[in-house]
């Protein structure tokens, strides 16, 4: 009779394996078609490609400033938003062709921004802002883009080089600077705007009204940038009309190769294992856990080479990663996680002159007071994070859970198992604990073992439980069903949340790959004081030369109105309305406004 229960339970699992195997085929197919249908998260065609529009706030900097930048990820044969890639990747180049900062951004509907403070560490000098997606670095003949920038380091002694003198500048020569007149250039009077004043006072309130020109709205997404003009000289950057010109006429319809795996979901965690002892490295389940009190658990299997893909949402956006091979012999296996995707610099082309005459040196010294002043008090006036989306464990609809401070508390998981936790049993093995969920009307062990999470880490040896501190425990979450998570079936799930989140800070595993990860920067809500009536920041100093960067207009109605303060500077200062309708025609708008 134990021989035949045990071949009608091997039967049984084998039968809820397969049965598990051909629903999940079944969710992917329809998953795939439903996708395909709507023309969303669809694999991209060899032939489809996809460029990036970047642009800048300013392109002369100063050490202490920030650089703004906006992404336009398009098809480039209409210059709609591409649909393909969900990461753009954006790095800092200086003129030796090195890679001075790499960064992730996150793309909605083809659209991003992000913004690079200017560190003093870096020297007076030329340097580029490139920006590309996975899926680009596929095509030899994609559009990567760039935007050529100078810095200046006042803090430190300048060393001149090829593309910086620092002579008297020669009448005769032009100077490259940045444009101060009013324009519409290439914008076929689509979209315009317009001021309540002509002239404003130092924090005088100045409101500014978007308006489109034709019949129908110009839904789209745009930037508005407002700065100080100044004499330092400025590289002109491409506008969206010039960019979309460019684009169409250097287009070249060549197929794309696969080195790369495109991120048309969201974002992609590549990498592979190997074996220690020569083991099968295929097939294997890999699980990877961003902790804390919102986590992330994702569990995938590795193919015949052993590579595995890990595809995280915006949200959390956690950093730290712990990785771990879900196999009776861990230890025998290393986990490696593929590097930042490899842009070939080599064809950048440094030729930008920067002329830094002595007749700069007061508006270079005004900048930098000015800069430093507002670093000084950016604790109280600093920008803030978007809200990210608060997301629930993802067993959250069926869990039954026991907050431990509703009953006796217990020392220990033996003792919370026996006199609270009903649903949970455990046995002892060769010296080790094995955790189990009791269901009456089910035996959850031909299912297999549970799966066990604190904070959101697997725990592969439920056994370093039995020590813990459930002093330290807040809640306990069981689901005594059996569940099916990534490629694995499970016999229940058990869920521990600590009162401060920080078990996977201590939890230490010669198989668990503890890491940092670079996630998407996150979005921000830029800082606009008030100066209404009442305003408490009548003594903080306002020496803002960047009045205003709102990255995001969309404009979906046929006026929109934006209302900001001016700073403590006087002077002239250029307003830049920048970006792409839906329909992908190219808006630019630029006038100039005076703060006196």
């Known amino acids: 009779m134990k021989h035949l229960s045990i071949h009608n339970k091997t039967n049984i699992l084998d039968r809820i394996k397969q049965l598990t195997l051909l629903i999940s085929l079944l969710i992917q197919g329809t998953f795939v078609f439903s996708q395909n249908s709507q023309n969303k998260n669809a694999v991209p065609s060899i032939s489809d490609q996809e460029t990036i529009f970047l642009h800048s706030n300013t392109t002369t900097f100063l050490t202490g400033e920030t650089l703004f930048f906006k992404l336009y990820c398009l098809n480039p044969l209409n210059n709609k938003t591409s649909q393909i890639s969900k990461i753009a990747y954006v790095e800092l180049i200086d003129s030796e062709k090195k890679s001075l900062q790499k960064n992730k951004i996150y793309l909605d509907n083809g659209i991003g921004n992000g913004e690079y403070f200017i560190p003093t560490t870096l020297k007076t000098g030329n340097y580029k802002v490139i920006a590309y997606t996975k899926w680009m670095l596929n095509n030899v003949n994609s559009q990567k883009h760039e935007i050529d920038i100078f810095i200046i380091n006042p803090f430190q002694t300048q060393e001149p080089n090829d593309n910086i003198t620092f002579d008297i500048p020669d009448p005769t020569k032009k100077t490259t600077a940045i444009q101060t007149i009013n324009s519409n250039l290439g914008n076929d009077k689509r979209i315009d705007f317009e001021f309540d004043k002509e002239s404003y006072y130092t924090r005088d309130k100045v409101n500014l009204k978007l308006k489109t020109l034709t019949e129908a709205t110009e839904k789209g997404n745009y930037s508005v940038s407002i700065r100080k003009i100044d004499q330092i000289p400025a590289i002109k950057q491409l506008t969206a009309s010039e960019f979309a010109k460019k684009s169409a006429e250097s287009y070249v319809n060549t197929p794309n190769t696969f080195n790369y795996i495109p991120e048309i979901r969201s974002e992609l965690i590549t990498g592979s294992i190997t074996s220690n002892t020569n083991r099968d490295v295929s097939n294997k389940s890999i699980a990877l856990s961003l902790p804390g009190k919102e986590y992330v658990l994702k569990i995938v299997r590795t193919n015949a080479q052993g590579k595995f893909a890990f595809l995280l949402d915006q949200f959390p956006n956690f950093p730290n990663a712990i990785l771990q091979v879900l196999d009776d012999k861990q230890n025998d296996f290393v986990i490696n996680l593929d590097a930042f995707p490899k842009f070939d610099t080599s064809s950048l082309q440094f030729t930008s002159k920067l002329n830094l005459s002595p007749?700069?040196?007061?508006?270079?010294?005004?900048?930098?007071?000015?800069?430093?002043?507002?670093?000084?008090?950016?604790?109280?006036?600093?920008?803030?994070?978007?809200?990210?989306?608060?997301?629930?464990?993802?067993?959250?609809?069926?869990?039954?859970?026991?907050?431990?401070?509703?009953?006796?508390?217990?020392?220990?998981?033996?003792?919370?198992?026996?006199?609270?936790?009903?649903?949970?049993?455990?046995?002892?093995?060769?010296?080790?604990?094995?955790?189990?969920?009791?269901?009456?009307?089910?035996?959850?062990?031909?299912?297999?073992?549970?799966?066990?999470?604190?904070?959101?880490?697997?725990?592969?040896?439920?056994?370093?439980?039995?020590?813990?501190?459930m002093a330290n425990v807040n809640k306990v979450s069981l689901i005594t069903e059996p569940y099916v998570y990534g490629p694995n079936l499970y016999g229940g799930l058990v869920s521990f949340e600590t009162k401060d989140n920080e078990f996977s800070v201590n939890y230490a595993k010669k198989y668990l790959k503890t890491m940092e990860i670079q996630r998407p920067n996150p979005e921000k809500v830029y800082n606009n004081p008030d100066y209404s009536a009442g305003h408490k920041l009548q003594r903080i100093p306002d020496y803002r030369y960047q009045l205003l960067w709102k990255p995001n207009i969309k404009l979906e109605t046929k006026e929109d109105n934006l209302s900001f303060y001016t700073s403590d500077i006087k002077g002239d200062f250029e307003v830049v309305l920048e970006g792409f309708t839906e329909s992908g025609q190219p808006i630019y708008v630029s006038k100039n406004i005076t703060v006196k």
């Open 359 to 469: 007749d700069l040196k007061k508006d270079i010294e005004e900048r930098s007071t000015a800069s430093q002043i507002q670093n000084a008090y950016y604790q109280i006036k600093k920008d803030s994070l978007v809200t990210e989306a608060v997301m629930n464990p993802f067993f959250s609809t069926v869990e039954k859970t026991y907050v431990l401070d509703d009953y006796t508390r217990f020392p220990t998981l033996k003792e919370n198992i026996v006199e609270v936790i009903i649903e949970l049993y455990y046995r002892r093995n060769n010296g080790k604990y094995q955790l189990h969920v009791r269901n009456l009307q089910k035996d959850l062990e031909i299912y297999g073992p549970p799966l066990v999470l604190v904070d959101g880490l697997l725990i592969q040896d439920p056994s370093d439980l039995f020590d813990y501190n």
